[in-house]
């Protein structure tokens, strides 16, 4: 996979850390992101050799979970990153291809309500009850809008792709496959689904400056970013 895979990810990341200073004020407190624990024990079965992806490398199977989860229409990504340089990170959104997006996202205490749709970019951060408007003009908006570009998430594996089957097992009730690759410091675990589309559900990387949990769901499923009623947004 190496660093490239991921790297726009931690760019995005920074971005939105330094949008939410700017944007949240003083802020409220909310629990601490706690630093992404190493991934759970697959199950023990052996490492899939029968059924349709036996005769598939890990690496075949990792640049077509990329490829899936970039054709899909809209998902769910709840990140939790560690950063050496730039502290935890948390991030819970709903997006689709169309740049429309909502949920959460939080830089250590700071916590951010985040919903975009079209230009508009509405910000509330925890425990306030006005929204703040901006769009994707603006520096901050710009910097937050970013964060809900679903495409941006998933870059391609790069030749040097050397991700290895390992055992099976399930992610949210679906059967999944475990890869692995190893890049220095850094270990990447992946879960891919075994049935229906080939979907990347979960990567775990423990080790190295950034390490953390990329959960991906709801394939396909309506992204419900509406605007808030007036009476929630602040006066500008």
């Given amino acids: 996979m190496r660093?490239?895979?991921?790297?726009?990810?931690?760019?995005?990341?920074?971005?939105?850390?330094?949008?939410?200073?700017?944007?949240?004020?003083?802020?409220?407190?909310?629990?601490?992101s706690a630093a992404p624990q190493a991934p759970a024990a697959a199950s023990p079965a052996a490492a899939a050799s029968k059924g349709p992806d036996a005769d598939r490398t890990g690496g075949q199977m990792f640049t077509d979970a990329l490829k899936a989860n970039r054709q899909a229409s809209s998902l769910r990504l709840k990140a939790d990153i560690n950063d050496r340089q730039d502290g935890p990170t948390k991030l819970d959104l709903a997006m689709d291809t169309k740049g429309n997006c909502t949920g959460t996202i939080g830089a250590g205490k700071d916590a951010v309500g985040l919903i975009k749709t079209g230009t508009a970019v509405y910000l509330r951060p925890q425990g306030m009850a006005k929204w703040?408007?901006?769009?994707?003009?603006?520096?901050?908006?710009?910097?937050?809008?970013?964060?809900?570009?679903?495409?941006?998430?998933?870059?391609?594996?790069?030749?040097?792709?050397?991700?290895?089957?390992?055992?099976?097992?399930?992610?949210?009730?679906?059967?999944?496959?475990?890869?692995?690759?190893?890049?220095?410091?850094?270990?990447?675990?992946?879960?891919?689904?075994?049935?229906?589309?080939?979907?990347?559900?979960?990567?775990?990387?423990?080790?190295?400056?950034?390490?953390?949990?990329?959960?991906?769901?709801h394939f396909g499923e309506p992204v419900h970013a509406v605007a808030p009623p007036k009476s929630s947004i602040a006066a500008s």
């Avoid at 992610?171 to 410091?185: F, M, N, Q, S, W």
Wanted: aromatic share 6%.
């Fill in 132 to 217: 703040t408007k901006t769009n994707t003009e603006s520096a901050d908006g710009k910097d937050l809008a970013s964060v809900c570009d679903l495409n941006s998430y998933l870059g391609a594996p790069g030749k040097d792709n050397a991700a290895k089957k390992g055992a099976t097992t399930t992610v949210d009730g679906r059967p999944a496959i475990v890869l692995t690759e190893k890049d220095g410091a850094e270990s990447f675990t992946l879960d891919v689904a075994t049935s229906g589309r080939p979907y990347l559900l979960k990567m775990v990387t423990v080790g190295g400056d950034s390490p953390g949990t990329f959960d991906f769901s």
């Fill in 3 to 32: 660093r490239r895979t991921i790297a726009t990810s931690t760019v995005l990341f920074v971005c939105a850390t330094t949008a939410l200073t700017a944007c949240s004020g003083s802020g409220t407190a909310a629990k601490d």
